[in-house]
Structures are given as structure tokens and as C-alpha cells.
């Protein structure tokens, strides 16, 4: 909590001290995507080891209110393309939201229409369908739920305990860091007996936290909505064969279209990072017709054709951030001047 409480003050004080806005057009390229992925009041429980993962619809709020108010255009991802083609542009914005979580319609819809923003959402198909489980959220309600925890299907112990707040934290750290590392083939299975072991009902977990077809159809009708696609089961898909990749890619793409009647031009890579998405997922992803695929690699949009349309950069709006002076810094582009996102 130090490290995030330094970083958000070092971001705080960039910005608010100007420098931000004096070295921006240097370092701030074209404009960026944000990544979001749920937006929700905060809830009471104090362990919430996924808050990064969250925002409020005040914050949102407040994010696009700042970015109009900077002079920035907010598009949708289906403007990108061209407006990174042009000789000349405005800097911009675009808004994606991973996974499909049910409050992207209860709680964001609401903000982006009031703001008149477009937005993105990355569906997950198996999430949809109910056939893939989200394991941080499953892990997450079994350790808050329980002081005494059977995670002998994840590699850990039959008993972990769990009882006061540090060792669910503690354990949460552990068991994710032990279940990632794992076989990628496996985990959902892993999951579902996690979630059997320890008497977790996944369908009302599912049913309270993401959307279902209908919903997903509800939120495509707002006309600022996107729907893109984000494979069937969330894996980390430079782990696995050439094969599954275009079957996890391709499967989720086409149950977008059963279902919406458009197969979407744009993809979210799960978990985005380099470990989790290569230049071989790179061509899948193109092969596959996108027009554009996106990372979780923070950096900003150049423009001039120097952006790889299926490996463009995000800025992740970080739970842990949620003040506008250290968005600001990150739309400055200076801290990944330095460093910029590969692709």
C-alpha cells in the first residue's frame, strides 16, 4: 500500500504542478484508450484484493468531465484507426471496459450517456454463457466468506487460514500467484473444484457480478456502445498452443456474433501484458479480421503509422488511483516516455 500510495502522490503532484501540461506535447502523442473494467460504488468489506479492478460512477464521471474539459475528443475504438491515420488530429480518447461485468450496465451505462461518451465493451464470452468462471472473483468470495479455506485444488493446503484480514490478504496473494502459475489448460477446471470444495454457488457469484445475453443485448442498444470481443475463457493465450489460441479468439468472436449479429472488428487481449500476449497472438488476432486488438501495456497513441493496430497500448484507470490530477499525468504521456510500450 506504500508503493501505491507513492505513486499516486508522485502522479498527483506531476500534474498539479504543471509540468504535465508543458511537456505533453512532446510525450502525449495522439491520445490514448483507457482500460476500465468495473464501475461501482465501493462496497463495506475491508478485504477487496481486486479493488484495483474498480472505479466508482463518480470517478468516471469526474475523468470524462476533466478530459472534455482539457479539449480532448472522446471517440469510439471504431474511430481510432482513422483518426491515427490522419496527418493531423485532435488528441483523443477512447473507452474500453474488459470482462462485461453486470455494472457496466447498471452503473456506467448511466455516465457515459450523461457525458456522451463512447465506449467499448470486451465481452467474455464463457463469462456470458456461464461455462468459464472469473477465477479472482471466485477466489476473492471464498476467502472473505470463510476463516477456514479447502485450496487443495490450486495447489495450496486443505485448511488455509483465513480469519482475520491480513491472512486473507495474505493468502490471496499466494494462492492467485500459485494458481497462475499453472498449467493454463487447467485452471477453469482448478476453479470449479475451488468453488465446489468450499460450497461457492458460481451461478448466482456470476449472476450478481456480469452480465448474461440479454443484458449484453440491452447495454449494444445505447447507440455510444461498442461490443468487442475477449476470447471464451479469459486465458493468458501466449501460454497455449497455436491452435487453442485461434479457437479461444475465434469461439468468443463468433458467440458475439450468434448472438448481436456482427462479428466485432475489436479484441481485448486477456491480461494484455507481454507474458500473455506475443507477436504469434499478435497475427492470430489479425488473421482473425480485427481491426483492431488491444494490451493492458501502458503507453500513448502515436499517429503517422507507427502504431500496431492489433498491439495498441492502453492506460489502465486504477482503482488505487482515483483522482483526476494522476489520470492527467498519465494522459501527459510522460511516464512511458521513457518506456515505450512494445509491440
Request: with cysteine; net charge neutral.
Amino acid at each position: 500500500m506504500l508503493k501505491k500510495r507513492l505513486i499516486k502522490s508522485a502522479l498527483v503532484t506531476f500534474a498539479a504542478s504543471g509540468l504535465a501540461r508543458l511537456v505533453e506535447p512532446l510525450t502525449g502523442g495522439r491520445g490514448a484508450i483507457l482500460m476500465l473494467h468495473r464501475v461501482r460504488p465501493r462496497g463495506p468489506r475491508a478485504f477487496q484484493p481486486n479493488d484495483h479492478l474498480e472505479i466508482t460512477p463518480e470517478f468516471l464521471d469526474e475523468a470524462l468531465y476533466g478530459l472534455r474539459r482539457l479539449g480532448v475528443d472522446l471517440i469510439s475504438m471504431d474511430k481510432v484507426p482513422e483518426r491515427l491515420a490522419a496527418q493531423k488530429s485532435s488528441r483523443f480518447v477512447a473507452v474500453t471496459l474488459d470482462d462485461a461485468s453486470l455494472d457496466n450496465l447498471t452503473y456506467a451505462l448511466d455516465v457515459f450517456e450523461n457525458n456522451r461518451c463512447p465506449f467499448t465493451v470486451f465481452a467474455t464470452s464463457g463469462f456470458l454463457d456461464r461455462s468459464a468462471l472469473p477465477w479472482w472473483l471466485v477466489l476473492e468470495e471464498i476467502i472473505a466468506r470463510h476463516a477456514v479455506v479447502d485450496a487443495r485444488s490450486i495447489e495450496g493446503s486443505e485448511a488455509e487460514i483465513v480469519g482475520s484480514l491480513q491472512q486473507k490478504n495474505d493468502a490471496f496473494r499466494l494462492l492467485s500467484a500459485q494458481f497462475q502459475s499453472g498449467p493454463e489448460q487447467e485452471k477453469q477446471q482448478k476453479i470449479r473444484d475451488l468453488a465446489a470444495d468450499n460450497k461457492l454457488s458460481t451461478d448466482a457469484l456470476m449472476n450478481e457480478n456480469f452480465m448474461n445475453w440479454d443484458q449484453l443485448d440491452e447495454l449494444a442498444d445505447s447507440p455510444l456502445a461498442t461490443i468487442g470481443a475477449h476470447t471464451v475463457s479469459h486465458p493468458m493465450l501466449a501460454r497455449l498452443s497455436s491452435r487453442q489460441v485461434s479457437a479461444e479468439i475465434l469461439t468468443g468472436a463468433e458467440r458475439l456474433e450468434d448472438e448481436l449479429g456482427a462479428y466485432p472488428k475489436h479484441f481485448a487481449y486477456p491480461y494484455g501484458t507481454n507474458a500473455a500476449a506475443d507477436a504469434d497472438t499478435f497475427c492470430q488476432a489479425r488473421s482473425l479480421g480485427f481491426t483492431t486488438a488491444v494490451t493492458t501495456r501502458g503507453g500513448m497513441l502515436k499517429g503517422g503509422g507507427r502504431d500496431n493496430l492489433v498491439a495498441l497500448p492502453r492506460l489502465s484507470v486504477n482503482g488505487h488511483f482515483q483522482d483526476f490530477r494522476a489520470l492527467r499525468a498519465l494522459f501527459s504521456g510522460a511516464p512511458f516516455f521513457a518506456r515505450p510500450a512494445k509491440a
